[in-house]
């Protein structure tokens, strides 16, 4: 069982560049989610899915872009990338039990994506 | 959106000691769990309290969550070595989206 499988493991971007973290889990878990951990900010959300189709923004959308076609994929793709957006992301997965209102969601974290751009 | 602010940031102890953790926040929560990370490595989850709920244990762990004061407590008893991490609290609210601050730095101390 691998759980929560991030790739890759580690990227060097030029400004400007484009490129799409991948993130895949093979628990058949609803819910899907995108963090950056940053040094003294901790890790805040980016965005979230709740099952396939549907997306939402969490607290630092901007420069991000996502899409969830498949239950298994939820795909990070940065279009320009700055070098704001150096940081360690996290892709996290959870199964909600008796939907999303009462549920608590447990999550499961990938190992994380080192991203640098220089 | 709101973030827990833990405190104290950073924590140093001897093996065989108690640490405690504190964990802060703002608005309402439908749960509050805590999370675990060892550097390099994703985060792992430790232990949930929900709302309606003023204690839990599992094992070494005891949290506490006060709603009327907004905070929540994780104490590891009879700490080891093997503890040294950072330590999270994620806010749970509804719809599933949880929010994390900026953590505790344990290091225990041989």
């Known amino acids: 069982n691998a759980g929560v499988t991030q790739t890759p493991k580690f990227q060097v971007l030029k400004t400007g560049q484009s490129m799409t973290l991948q993130c895949a889990q093979d628990m058949n878990h609803e819910y899907m989610s995108w963090y950056r951990q940053d040094p003294g900010m901790g890790l805040r959300l980016i965005h979230y899915?709740?099952?396939?189709?549907?997306?939402d923004q969490g607290e630092v959308p901007n420069g991000y872009n996502v899409s969830r076609s498949t239950t298994e994929d939820f795909p990070l793709r940065l279009l320009s990338a700055a070098p704001s957006q150096t940081s360690v992301y996290f892709c996290a997965s959870s199964s909600t039990p008796q939907g999303m209102i009462s549920g608590a969601n447990v999550l499961t974290f990938g190992a994380g994506s080192r991203l640098t751009v220089l | 959106s709101q973030q827990g602010e833990e405190d104290p940031q950073a924590l140093s102890i001897q093996e065989g000691e108690n640490a405690t953790m504190n964990c802060s926040y703002k608005t309402s929560i439908n749960n509050l769990q805590w999370y675990r990370q060892n550097s390099g490595r994703g985060l792992v989850h430790l232990i949930l309290i929900r709302s309606n709920e003023r204690e839990k244990h599992s094992g070494r762990l005891r949290v506490t969550l006060d709603t009327s004061k907004k905070s929540s407590s994780l104490l590891i008893t009879a700490s080891r070595a093997a503890d040294t991490a950072s330590y999270f609290c994620g806010l749970g609210t509804s719809y599933g989206k949880l929010t994390f601050g900026q953590g505790t730095i344990l290091t225990v101390h041989p």
């Open positions: 899915s709740v099952g396939a189709g549907i997306t």
